[in-house]
């Protein structure tokens, strides 16, 4: 048996409302992995594009963009 089948044979015992925990805890675990991800330089994201365009024209565009928007405590 391999471990998916061994969880939810478990999984499949517990009462509904620890299903439920269950469900929240892997979600809240998939949210972690995507917040701990590195974020991809935008120069990197358009490198498929034959730009030929300094960094720093990357910069002032991304100040451009994001440098007003609000930033919430995490």
């Known amino acids: 048996m391999n471990l998916?089948?061994?969880?939810?044979?478990?999984?499949?015992?517990?009462?509904?409302?620890?299903?439920?925990?269950?469900?929240d805890f892997t979600e809240f675990l998939q949210q972690k992995k995507l917040k701990s991800q590195p974020l991809h330089p935008l120069k990197g994201l358009c490198s498929d594009l034959n730009l030929d365009l300094p960094e720093k024209a990357f910069v002032e565009a991304r100040r451009e963009m994001w440098g007003n928007f609000p930033r919430g405590d995490i």
């Open 4 to 23: 998916e089948q061994v969880l939810l044979n478990k999984f499949r015992t517990l009462p509904i409302e620890k299903q439920q925990e269950v469900l």
